[in-house]
């Protein structure tokens, strides 16, 4: 397999297998992902998806079972034990539980990589304390861990992840455990290392949200296998896989949305009236299309929910509404819609079909 000088991993034909009480567990079954250099790449999945197992092959701390491992153009499997250990320390890894030592201050903990280097005390000091600096922590520099909070612990984790100078962080779930103002702090200071020091990133998450906020490329995971992946906005602006499509609502609002307002609340529609919900995309989420459609077709949209985003630098919309009006110039102002490169579905009402109402009917795959 040639390797790619763009690509600073490479994995092909991925499986890892365990034995689990005399049951076989296949945790990742055949995958193959490629992230460029100075890529943000998120990978999420629920619990048991197998994103974590497979991100620890990429340091080989899990080998796989079959299938071949490149980093920074290194074929990992091919080294020798001190070369392996060395092609280690340009993969950092930052996790949930931080992983700090107690024993040992702030400083202590940022210098620990460096302990195995040939320098001197002074120059040991000097570079952790410039990693401090770097994430923000410098003046807890002789604090202990006990006494920092959960986004200051994750920052000093991320100054150690950075000690030996890696080219790729990988981060494991490690907002997961913190609040979500300061979940925002600590991705933005990933972005920023991202920025500043052409770190490629690669996310681990359960969260779409996190997805959104700073990555450039998403694969999705389940059961062991990438079922869906490609650049954020448009995997949220066209997911083709339903597990997709619930992260991308759950994390927008508009899951909860449709359900509340197609089963929670005592709407009834007359024959003349359908409950529409919208998706809109780039440019067409900042122009007047609702105002425009309802003088051109002469019906009325009551707004019932809306929502905007910026998700890798593309605008996405969301809206839910009641178009009302004769049917056939309700249906001439959806495939208007449809022209206009806007997802349309229209929602069943009715406390029973709550569950269904919240899929409704992809009016954009029927015209």
Known sequence: MAVSLNNIIELKDISVTFKNDGNVVKAV????????????????????????????VINLLQAPT?????????????????????????????????????????????????????ISKKERREKATNLLNLVGL??????????????????????RALA??????????????????TTISILQLLKKLNVELGLTIVLITHEM????????????????EIIERGRVAKVFTAPQQKLTNDFIETSTNVQAAIKRI???????????????YLNFVGNTAKEGIISGLAQKYQ?????????????????????????SGQPELINGAIKSLISADV???ILEVGGSKGDEAANGVDYSERN
Do not use: W
């Open 299 to 323: 019906i009325d949209i009551n707004i019932l929910f809306a929502n905007i985003d910026q998700i890798d630098g593309e605008n996405v919309g969301y809206m839910i509404s009641i178009f």
């Open 66 to 118: 079959s299938g071949t491992v490149s980093v920074a153009e290194q074929r990992l499997q091919e080294l020798k034990p001190q070369e392996l250990r060395q092609a280690r320390k340009r993969v950092g890894m930052i996790f949930q539980h931080f992983n700090l030592m107690k024993s040992r201050t702030v400083l202590g903990n940022v210098e620990y990589p460096l302990l195995s280097k040939k």
């Open 343 to 345: 997802k349309v579905r």
């Open 164 to 181: 030996n100078d890696p080219d790729v962080l990988i981060s494991d779930e490690a907002t997961s455990a913190l609040d979500p103002k």
């Open 29 to 56: 079954k055949n995958v193959n992902l490629k992230i460029e250099r100075g890529d943000i790449y998120g990978i999420i999945g629920y619990s048991g998806a197998g994103k974590s197992t497979l991100v620890r």
């Open 138 to 159: 410098a003046k807890y520099a002789d604090e202990y861990p006990s006494r920092l909070s959960g986004g200051q612990k994750q920052r000093v984790a991320i100054a």
């Open 262 to 276: 197609t089963a929670e609340i005592d709407l009834q529609l007359a024959a003349n009236q359908r409950l529409v």
């Open 209 to 224: 949200q996190v997805i959104k906020s700073i990555c450039h490329n998403v694969a999705v995971m389940e059961d062991g």
